[in-house]
């Protein structure tokens, strides 16, 4: 679902159920889901209920989550780029 919305943001129910092999009642409730964990939203237009991918939680995620294995390496890369220098010099 997400990769979907993130491909094309803004679509219905119908539309995110087109070509999966999974009931328009299993796509709701994957949607429900995704809501409930803030990282799908929804704004109604006229009749129709479009769903937005939320990148704000995803993006949390990835900071909190990757970051922390990367500050070890970032650290170790400046202090081996400052050695270097300082053997130039």
């Keep these: ?13 119908s539309d995110l159920c087109e070509g999966l ?10 949607l429900s889901i995704l809501e409930e964990a803030n ?5 109604r237009q006229g009749r129709k209920k ?3 991918i939320n990148p ?4 949390e995620i990835a900071e909190r989550g990757i970051g922390k294995f990367e500050r070890p390496r970032l650290r170790a890369l400046s202090e081996l780029k400052k050695t270097l220098e300082t053997r130039r010099s």
Aim: net charge positive; proline share 3%; aromatic share 6%.
């Design 1 to 13: 679902m997400l990769d979907r919305l993130h491909r094309k943001n803004g679509q219905t129910l």
């Design 21 to 30: 092999d999974m009931t328009r009642q299993a796509v709701a409730k994957h």
């Design 39 to 43: 990282l799908v939203s929804w704004k």
């Design 50 to 52: 479009l769903h937005f």
């Design 56 to 59: 704000v939680p995803i993006n």
